[in-house]
């Protein structure tokens, strides 16, 4: 029992829906006659529904395809395995079988984000058609589909239309339980004005990559210090006088005591030595280059949920000076919530995540369907968070595109805003994964050249990553980076029953840090300067976008809004209603969301 419901939190967790138990059984017959564990099942479903198209949620039919497309061609089977010992004229097999289980475990994640997406060797990509400009957007989307789609895909785009018309419209998540009635066209004259908050915001003739690595160690000490000082503050308060007077508040995480003491430091986890956790510290004792770091020992903590770069405070003992037998860990440096908005009337505001086309196409078709929606429904804000030229694309990798990677960010941008009512305000938040684009985070905001372009959509709002949008005192963060997943990747934690989307939600609010991974993921390359300097919020927003590969969702934590509208060329997008304060009262319940199949 504890194995299917281990799988299927695995299922659940990247996205899928899994309709019977007979579809687990047949999960489990697949890992014992193949040698996988169930962990490395869903990553080689997901890898293969991406590069196939298929629906992510997992079928018995589907299963069985999986297996002979990949099982059998890449992993051996049991059987095989009986047959090799009898004979040995097999063994050549074997070490093709191997090298291509080798080559597997490399790279299984690649096709969904964990790493840099390589385009498979047998897959055949058609040339670029060039974006459309000058078309109306209310014009056939059938007649246009037809005229991008290359004739080798006729037929399977044929097939993915009928099934998203289907699910067109469909409300995957709604926030909406007390069933008000929401009108997602616009009704009236209010409009809105989109602008950055005060909080420092990365410029966009921004210098990265001059790091010395010293000053980077100085810039990871300062913020280890800074919030492992609020951290004793606001714990010290929570606790008030439950605190006994003798405990005492030790910076040195070494420090040798059978009593119990306090100290902080950043968590490093290494999921490949047995889930050990070290804490380092944030001092160094002269004559040393590095603080100094002490393994933690987690037996009599109750529940922990601890991930490498987070910043915490603990409650332990070290009898022997090389273990801290950890007795209370606390993590929670909340921001002060924003004041509250001054909006008067309802605003609509629609949130989509790149990537915005399929992998075997660059036609948008999503962001097309989209943008026929946002010219129906006319929302006061449209929210787009790229990347928009995936730089791991098959047609961007293999150089397929006609026009040069700004000419068609350019082309594809000039067709959004034709689409667009001028009421309605687009901001574009950027993307280190643009191929057009600085492949850093923090990110500059997109530079468009052509300027007339510019000039006649006053209503286009080019934002950095990350950013804090601000609608009339309505705080909205958002970044492009899957901060979640990159979480969930390093994180070790010993708690039941509870939601783990809203757990690493939660971290982020908790490190008042838009990205708190350190060291941070092989396919984001951050620079320490400018993360110490705009990755950080002093005010906690009414609303946390953070776009991610894993499913949608829309929670409320510590009176924040944390949505993921999840990828757009899933046909997915999320729309929010904000109401405007009663009595001078605002909460969370003035926010109501909704996920959609566009």
């Known amino acids: 029992m504890e194995k299917k419901e281990s799988l299927l939190e695995l299922f659940q967790d990247l996205g899928c829906t899994v309709e019977s138990p007979a579809i687990l059984e047949k999960c489990f017959e697949l890992c014992e006659s193949y040698n996988v564990d169930v962990e490395k099942l869903t990553e080689l479903w997901l890898t293969f529904c991406v590069n196939n198209d298929n629906n992510i949620d997992p079928t018995i039919d589907a299963l069985i395809e999986l297996e002979n497309t990949v099982l059998k061609k890449d992993y051996k089977s049991d059987n095989l395995t009986k047959e090799n010992c009898v004979e040995p004229q097999q063994d050549a097999k074997d070490e093709h079988f191997i090298e291509n289980e080798a080559f597997e475990s490399d790279d299984v994640l690649s096709m969904y984000g ?7 060797k047998h897959t055949k990509v058609q040339k670029n058609v060039e974006v459309e400009t000058n078309v109306d957007i209310r014009t056939s989307n059938t007649t246009k589909t037809a005229e991008f789609l290359p004739a080798s895909h006729a037929e399977n785009s044929a097939a993915l239309s009928q099934r998203n018309a289907t699910d067109k419209g469909k409300i995957l998540l709604s926030t909406n339980e007390k069933k008000i009635a929401v009108s997602w066209k616009r009704t009236g004259n209010y409009d809105v004005e989109v602008t950055k908050s005060d909080e420092p915001h990365i410029p966009s003739d921004a210098r990265y990559m001059y790091e010395i690595l010293s000053k980077q160690g100085n810039l990871l000490t300062f913020v280890c210090r ?6 004793f503050k606001t714990w010290s308060a929570t606790k008030g006088k439950d605190v006994s007077a003798d405990l005492r508040y030790v910076k040195n995480v070494r420090s040798v005591n059978q009593t119990y003491f306090r100290t902080f430091g950043r968590i490093s986890t290494n999921k490949q030595s047995a889930n050990m956790v070290t804490l380092e510290g944030c001092t160094r004792r002269k004559g040393t280059s590095v603080a ?5 020992d987690f037996r009599n903590v109750k529940h922990y949920s601890v991930f490498s770069g987070q910043i915490v405070a603990v409650e332990a003992t070290n009898p022997v000076g090389d273990v801290l037998y950890v007795k209370e860990i606390f993590a929670k440096a909340y921001a002060p919530p924003a004041c509250a908005p001054r909006i008067e009337a309802n605003v609509n505001i629609f949130v989509a995540a790149g990537p915005f086309t399929a992998s075997n196409n660059m ?3 999503p962001l097309w369907d989209l943008m026929e929606k946002v010219a129906s429904d006319e929302p006061h804000i449209l929210v787009l968070v790229g990347p928009f030229l995936e730089y791991t694309h098959p047609e961007i990798q293999d150089g397929l595109v006609k026009d ?11 067709r959004i805003m034709e689409s667009a009512k001028r009421s ?8 280190n994964r643009d191929a057009h684009h600085e492949p850093i985070f923090p990110t500059p905001q ?3 050249f052509d300027k007339k372009l510019l000039q006649n959509y006053s209503n286009l709002k080019l934002m950095p990553d990350p950013c804090i949008l601000d609608i009339f005192g309505l705080k909205i963060g958002v970044t492009s980076v899957d901060v979640i997943k990159h979480i969930g990747k390093e994180e070790i934690s010993n708690i039941s029953g509870m939601d783990r989307l809203s757990r690493l939600a ?9 990205y708190p991974v350190y060291p941070s993921s092989e396919d984001l390359n951050v620079d320490t300067e400018l993360w110490e300097k705009y990755a950080f919020f002093d005010q906690q927003p009414h609303i946390l976008i953070l776009p991610s590969d894993m499913r949608c969702y829309c929670k409320v934590i510590h009176e924040c809004v944390i949505l993921n509208p999840e990828r757009m060329h899933k046909n997915t997008y999320a729309r929010l209603c904000v109401k405007p304060v009663f009595h001078g009262k605002w909460s969370s319940d003035n926010i109501l969301c909704e996920i959609v199949k566009v």
Not at 424 to 431: E, G, H, I, Y
Not at 506 to 514: K, M, R, W
């Open 446 to 448: 997109y530079t468009v």
């Open 114 to 120: 964990c790493s840099e997406i390589q385009p498979s």
């Open 292 to 296: 100094d770091s002490i393994e933690l």
């Open 506 to 514: 939660d971290h982020v609010l908790a490190q008042t840090c838009f």
């Open 424 to 431: 309605t305000q687009v901001v574009l938040v950027t993307s």
């Open 404 to 414: 040069t990677h700004q000419e068609l960010f350019e082309k594809t941008l000039t």
């Open 363 to 365: 036609h948008y078709q």
């Open 226 to 231: 800074n919030l492992g000082n609020k951290l």
